[in-house]
Nanobody, 116 residues
Framework: QVQLVESGGGLVQAGGSLRLSCAAS????????MNWYRQAPGKQRELVAR???????NYADSVKGRFTISGDNAKTTMYLQMNSLKPEDTAVYYC??????????WGQGTQVTVSS
């Protein structure tokens, strides 16, 4: 089973920026979507950003204009550039890749904490 590993989380002041990275331990074929999810304490996991194999992107309304997702299918890497961070962005962020075959790969999560 290919593993996904996130990095780049940390503590930042409101208004600051962070860049999350996600790398796979091996090649993943037939990628459908590369996704970033987040889960705040006491809340359900939510989809933050998605990039399709064709390069189309979608964002949660709460992060539009502040976050940018990018990815490289061939290298099976993905990134989330987060600007103008707010305290409500505090959460554990997870990368996820789903394939046309229906398989899903998850990372272990990285903590992002935004102080006011």
């Amino acid at each position: 089973q290919v593993q996904l590993v996130e990095s780049g989380g940390g503590l930042v002041q409101a208004g600051g920026s962070l860049r999350l990275s996600c790398a796979a331990s091996g090649r993943i074929l037939s990628i459908n979507h590369m996704n970033w999810y987040r889960q705040a304490p006491g809340k359900q996991r939510e989809l933050v950003a998605r990039i399709t194999s064709g390069g189309s992107t979608n964002y949660a309304d709460s992060v539009k204009g502040r976050f940018t997702i990018s990815g490289d299918n061939a290298k099976t890497t993905m990134y989330l550039q987060m600007n103008s961070l707010k305290p409500e962005d505090t959460a554990v962020y997870y990368c996820n890749i789903d394939t046309h075959w229906g398989t899903k790969h998850w990372g272990q999560g990285t903590q992002v904490t935004v102080s006011s």
